[in-house]
């Protein structure tokens, strides 16, 4: 088994992710989901490497039936998201975005639901 260290995200890197973060849920709710899709996106995390040129975000819609449609429809909007984000974030160089679903909250609620179960 391969241990990998990775170094704790630097604090340049934690403010652009916390920017990223705030401004791209605004630019989100700009693109009008709710009434093209009636559904709920939520950016619940923004992680950016450590030279500031790859931004992964994570990407929860609710209810989770249409998530690859979600998905494939922020990529094809990437162009207009990434105007909107360099024309408020004062970065000498915006990263590339990529959104990822997250998974994390399922998990939670099955671990949840497996913990409720009463297996006695």
């Not at 989100?28 to 500031?52: G, N, P, W």
């Not at 998905?71 to 207009?80: N, P, S, V």
């Not at 984000?85 to 160089?93: F, I, N, P, Q, T």
């Not at 949840?112 to 297996?119: A, G, N, Y």
Request: aromatic share 6%; proline share 3%.
């Amino acid at each position: 088994m391969v241990y990998r260290y990775t170094k704790p995200p630097s604090q340049r890197q934690l403010m652009v992710s916390s920017a990223i973060k705030h401004e791209l849920s605004a630019v989100i709710m700009r693109l009008s989901l709710i009434e093209l899709y009636d559904l709920r996106v939520v950016v619940t995390e923004v992680r950016v490497s450590a030279d500031l040129k790859l931004a992964t975000v994570f990407v929860l819609v609710v209810p989770e039936n249409n998530n690859q449609v979600i998905l494939d429809y922020l990529k094809k909007e990437l162009h207009f998201i990434k105007k909107e984000l360099a024309s408020v974030l004062k970065l000498r160089s915006l990263p590339v975005l990529r959104f990822v679903e997250d998974k994390a909250s399922k998990q939670a609620s099955e671990v949840h639901s497996l913990l409720k179960m009463d297996v006695l």
